[in-house]
């Protein structure tokens, strides 16, 4: 049975960082695809980051020099850090892979 637990969303000030974290179980981890999508209210869900089974890493322009995806295979865990946060930045973001997905984890960017 394949879960995904993300973690460590939250309320931050703009300019703010958050740090979140999907644990997974069930899959290879080592050798899965890992992405990061985030869904604003009335929008729909957009991919944000993905890491690679080699450690590569592919962004959405709008995370760009703002966010880093890393993982750790040893804890079959994949992060998302999450710097100078934007209002617009606000979603619930979701941990997947392949056609897996959490359960999402609130961000809300908010002064």
């Known amino acids: 049975q394949v879960q995904l637990v993300e973690s460590g969303g939250g309320l931050v000030q703009p300019g703010g960082s958050l740090r979140l974290s999907c644990s997974a179980s069930?899959?290879?981890?080592?050798?899965?695809?890992m992405d990061w999508y985030r869904q604003a209210p009335g929008k729909q869900r957009e991919l944000v980051a993905r890491i690679f089974s080699g450690g590569s890493t592919d962004y959405a322009n709008f995370v760009k020099d703002r966010f880093t995806i890393a993982r750790d295979n040893a804890k079959n865990t994949v992060f998302l850090q999450m710097n100078n946060l934007k209002p617009e930045d606000t979603a619930i973001y979701y941990c997947?892979?392949?056609?897996?997905w959490g359960q999402g984890t609130q961000v809300t960017v908010s002064s």
């Open positions: 997947a892979t392949g056609h897996f």
């Open positions: 069930g899959i290879i981890f080592s050798m899965s695809i």
